[in-house]
């Protein structure tokens, strides 16, 4: 099967495509925070960003790709407010708790948006591996920095035991937002659920 990338942020050479980039992003936020992932579609996406049809599916060659890209966003934006101050706790395990608490509960206010990323990252296929994984680098980035804290250093390389604690707890994580967000727990078991894995592992 052959593999169609979106493009990213740094495949564009000017700032008028990266802004189109951005805009494309954002109307698709806009959609999903209002009806979901039905409410996404290529369309209305190339409508409320004001491109063209053809150029959206230049930038992006699904819908799919369109929403895990997004995804991939939101985590960008979480860990850029988290490297503005101090990720309070006295060990890995209460510093991860916190950031996986604050992105969850972020995520649930808008339960919309979190459902249709949700679903596209669980309907992603092969064709889509390049973005998910830049999600996975966000997502291993993010709690790289909780887990060194005051140690941690910009565009440092995780170590391995780094990146295998992030892979299964983004394993967990992902795993509870999806049983969220088709009913099957609460949001309380999923930060019950968050817990219980940092607990295992970090403890």
């Not at 209305?44 to 053809?54: K, N, P, R, S």
């Not at 819908?63 to 060990?91: C, M, N, Y």
């Not at 967990?172 to 999806?178: D, G, R, Y």
């Amino acid at each position: 099967m052959t593999t169609v990338s979106s493009l990213t942020y740094e495949d564009l050479g000017s700032a008028a495509q990266r802004d189109r980039r951005r805009r494309i992003l954002d109307a698709t936020v806009t959609l999903a925070s209002r009806g979901g992932f039905d409410a996404v579609q290529m369309r209305a996406v190339a409508d409320q960003a004001d491109v063209a049809l053809g150029t959206l599916y230049r930038y992006f060659p699904s819908k799919i790709h369109l929403l895990v890209s997004a995804l991939a966003q939101q985590f960008e934006e979480t860990e850029a407010t988290l490297g503005r101050r101090t990720i309070p706790g006295d060990d890995p395990a209460d510093r991860v708790t916190y950031v996986l608490t604050r992105a969850t509960r972020g995520l649930q206010r808008e339960p919309h948006l979190t459902e249709a990323l949700t679903r596209a990252f669980m309907f992603a296929d092969s064709t889509v591996s390049g973005e998910i994984r830049v999600v996975g680098r966000r997502l291993t980035s993010m709690l790289t920095r909780a887990l060194q804290g005051d140690q941690y250093v910009e565009d440092t390389e995780p170590t391995d035991r780094e990146i295998a604690v992030a892979r299964v707890i983004s394993d967990v994580w992902l795993a509870s937002l999806v049983a969220w967000v088709t009913g099957r727990i609460t949001a309380e078991q999923v930060t019950e659920r968050l817990e219980t894995a940092v607990e295992l592992i970090l403890r």
